[in-house]
């Protein structure tokens, strides 16, 4: 990959790549760097005879990656991030506690717990900044195992052995999202016989054997999935419009107010427990360590006792 004369990352010309990802032209990037076009071009092309290989598919107005090109995408943005990372930590070690706390998270209302210990910790530190980061569980764990995240919120079960993490004292429920005209809004639940028959939609990394198995003793071959989905509020359209009803877990989609939706949870009751977890050898900044001891707080002003946790 990039390297200088002495053989350090180039972190410069790896920008100047995701530039012109991100215009999506060796124009719009020269005029964002504030470069000239030939300049750019020249630079690029250098590069990607030292990589032997191409990146870009230059068409007439636009470019496109080649696959080569989408590796190092997807390489750079992680490298030129933890580089940024670094030195926003490592400049704000003299100053107030302040900076970063980087949090990935599947969709869950439990995201409030962190959200009350973020907001109880700018009353102390105003300067701690929160980027959350919204993905499934595999695309977070590869963050925070790459060192992108500080923390995140995941669903039992996972890998356990390299991560400290604190079980959090409330669960989320499996139910069925419905329309509120729909004749099964009139139950108070719905049973597995019920999930036979219905068109379901439902979650990509929903894992029959692993969070229906037991409860159910089916698999997916015994139900209709007619569609799938990744952020549960593209489902709920879905859902609106009448195409199927959504297997999901409750709290996450508003159903009250004007909507026509509505949730009925699972009989018997079927609940998905949820852990904060960090890295176990992760050196943690001033600010994410405040974070933790923040959220600890609000678990204790909560009334609310923390569940297990491994530290």
Not at 202 to 214: H, I, Q, Y
Request: proline share 4%; glycine share 8%.
């Amino acid at each position: 990959m990039a390297h200088n004369r002495n053989g350090g990352m180039e972190l410069r010309i790896l920008r100047y790549f995701l530039a012109v990802v991100e215009e999506q032209s060796i124009t719009g990037a020269a005029e964002y760097l504030g470069m000239s076009q030939p300049s750019l071009s020249r630079q690029l092309r250098e590069f990607e005879s030292r990589l032997g290989c191409t990146l870009f598919e230059r068409g007439s107005r636009t470019i496109t990656l080649t696959p080569e090109g989408e590796l190092l995408r997807e390489r750079a943005e992680e490298i030129v991030t933890l580089a940024d990372r670094a030195e926003a930590e490592i400049t704000s070690m003299e100053e107030p506690v302040g900076g970063p706390v980087y949090i990935g998270a599947g969709e869950t209302d439990a995201m409030r717990l962190l959200a009350r210990a973020a907001r109880a910790m700018t009353s102390c530190y105003p300067q701690a900044r929160f980027h959350i980061y919204s993905g499934n569980t595999e695309d977070v764990t590869s963050r925070l195992d790459s060192g992108l995240l500080d923390f995140a919120l995941l669903f039992e079960p996972y890998d356990t052995t390299k991560y400290a993490y604190i079980t959090l004292p409330v669960c989320d429920v499996w139910g069925v999202m419905m329309r509120r005209d729909d004749p099964l809004a009139a139950r108070e639940s719905i049973t597995v016989d019920d999930l036979k028959r219905l068109p379901l939609i439902v979650s990509r990394e929903t894992r029959f054997d692993r969070e229906f198995g037991a409860w159910s003793g089916m698999g997916q071959s015994d139900l209709r999935v007619v569609g799938t989905y990744n952020l549960l509020n593209n489902g709920a359209l879905m859902v609106s419009e009448g195409l199927g009803y959504a297997l999901c877990l409750d709290r996450v989609v508003n159903v009250t107010g004007d909507t026509n939706l509505t949730f009925r949870p699972l009989s018997p009751r079927l609940e998905a427990r949820l852990n904060v977890v960090w890295k176990s050898d992760r050196r943690f900044t001033r600010v994410a360590a405040c974070f933790l001891q923040a959220l600890r707080e609000e678990l204790a002003a909560s009334a609310i006792a923390p569940g297990p946790s491994r530290i």
